[in-house]
């Protein structure tokens, strides 16, 4: 559920994680998770089928897309900009950044775009998730971008892990070796709030990082 504090802004939630208090409802799980899938396919992969023009960074018209939204899905007639920033802020993955009337999605595209992205603070390490039979050839040949325009590099471990379950109960974390990387040309950015990406990792800044368990 996605509701506003008037003292602490947006949340998910019942309550104001902040002050306890109950707050302005804006929308209901379902509807807070369709959006959520209409917005990232929009920034990530489909701004043509809304009508919507992409600047070269990834921006998008925040007014516009509510405006395209609530005309192609009547379910939406109440959509106003304040519901998309809700998401946006409120996202834990850091999806979307909001910048005065404009929304771009932060990493997941597979159009061709400039993010112009932050390459400071970076971690001294940073995790990819592979299958066991994958590890030996990216620890050979490197790692390269498969459906996306850019490798999506985790946190840490436990995000990685995260992300490769989605394709293998038990993935095999590679680290990277930022401080090495960075020396030998390769830029990272920062993306989400524990995603960063790299057009590519030569394999010499690949090791495979030790097992840990899970809950870790």
């Not at 909001?98 to 990493?107: G, S």
């Not at 400071?120 to 620890?139: G, K, S």
């Not at 490769?164 to 390769?186: E, F, I, M, S, Y």
């Not at 590519?200 to 030790?210: G, I, K, N, Q, Y």
Request: charged share 25%; net charge negative.
């Amino acid at each position: 559920m996605l509701k506003e504090c008037e003292q602490h802004g947006y949340f998910r939630g019942d309550t104001c994680p902040v002050c306890g208090q109950t707050a302005r409802f804006l929308m209901d799980d379902r509807e807070l998770d369709h959006l959520g899938r209409i917005v990232t396919g929009i920034l990530r992969h489909f701004p043509e089928k809304y009508g919507l023009t992409m600047e070269a960074h990834g921006w998008v018209s925040l007014p516009q897309m509510v405006r395209n939204i609530s005309n192609q899905h009547r379910a939406y007639r109440w959509l106003r900009v304040h519901h998309i920033v809700a998401i946006a802020e409120t996202d834990a993955k850091g999806r979307y950044e909001v910048k005065d009337d404009r929304i771009r999605a932060t990493y997941g595209h597979t159009l061709d775009v400039d993010l112009d992205l932050p390459t400071d603070h970076i971690p001294e390490q940073l995790f990819f998730p592979v299958t066991e039979e994958e590890a030996a050839i990216v620890l050979e040949v490197g790692l390269k971008p498969s459906d996306r325009k850019k490798v999506h590099l985790s946190k840490t471990a436990a995000d990685a892990r995260s992300a490769g379950a989605v394709r293998t109960p038990n993935p095999v974390l590679l680290a990277v070796d930022t401080r090495k990387a960075q020396d030998g040309g390769v830029v990272i950015m920062r993306a989400g709030k524990t995603v960063f990406l790299v057009d590519a990792v030569p394999a010499e800044f690949l090791s495979r990082a030790p097992e840990t368990p899970a809950s870790e």
